[in-house]
């Protein structure tokens, strides 16, 4: 009996070259490592892209345009700017669920290529946009006005997309408890006195015996 060979477009190629950069590293996984895991001669795959780099950049893309569309929903847009900042986190945390391989290969960009080098312009300018509401919160008076906006975002944003690195979507911590703790450690940093929650549901997840077991 012939076993039909899996059909495969330059969309599902890249969902395989991106599950192999994470796991490999860029610089490490060859064009003949990438045709060997999608299950086709090397010629194939060439016959779809033109090679590594245009992979990773719609790889990255991938990651960016997600990432781009989080400041366009209407939530973004809404409340006071600490409650803007608990949504983007969330959805943050989020969006490296949704898409771990990309975000992961996007976050270890170092600036080596063009294509890197454009992925980390754009990825700067979410961050700057996250600076700017932790700015803007302290203006309504919902952040402390102790902090350096452009620092405080980027060890909030550091800590939201460092779960790339450890966090396991078949594990047994589920992506809302994740999100509610990212966001819990965060408000209660960045909150000023008058706007600091007193408590929320992650804290006291964080105390139970379930969640120690799952740690």
Not at 90 to 118: F, I, Y
Request: glycine residues 6%; hydrophobic residues 45%.
């Amino acid at each position: 009996m012939t076993v039909a060979r899996k059909p495969y477009n330059p969309d599902a190629l890249v969902d395989v070259a991106m599950a192999a950069f994470r796991e490999r590293g860029y610089d490490a996984t060859s064009m003949e490592q990438l045709a060997t895991a999608a299950g086709i001669s090397k010629a194939a795959f060439y016959h779809h892209v033109s090679g590594k780099e245009q992979l990773l950049a719609v790889g990255m893309d991938r990651a960016l345009v997600a990432l781009e569309l989080l400041l366009s929903e209407i939530e973004s847009h809404t409340g006071d700017a600490l409650s803007r900042l608990a949504y983007l986190l969330r959805r943050v945390v989020e969006l490296e669920h949704d898409l771990l391989a990309e975000v992961t290969v996007m976050l270890r960009a170092r600036g080596n290529s063009t294509v890197e080098t454009e992925a980390l312009t754009r990825r700067r300018a979410f961050d700057r946009r996250f600076a700017e509401l932790i700015s803007e919160g302290q203006i309504d008076g919902t952040v402390r006005r102790d902090l350096d906006p452009l620092l405080a975002s980027r060890l909030v944003i550091g800590m939201a997309t460092w779960l790339v690195e450890w966090y396991r979507p078949e594990g047994q911590l589920g992506l809302q408890l994740v999100a509610e703790h990212v966001v819990a450690i965060t408000l209660n940093g960045l909150a000023s006195p008058t706007s600091r929650p007193t408590s929320t549901r992650a804290t006291h997840e964080l105390q139970s015996t379930q969640l120690r077991k799952k740690m």
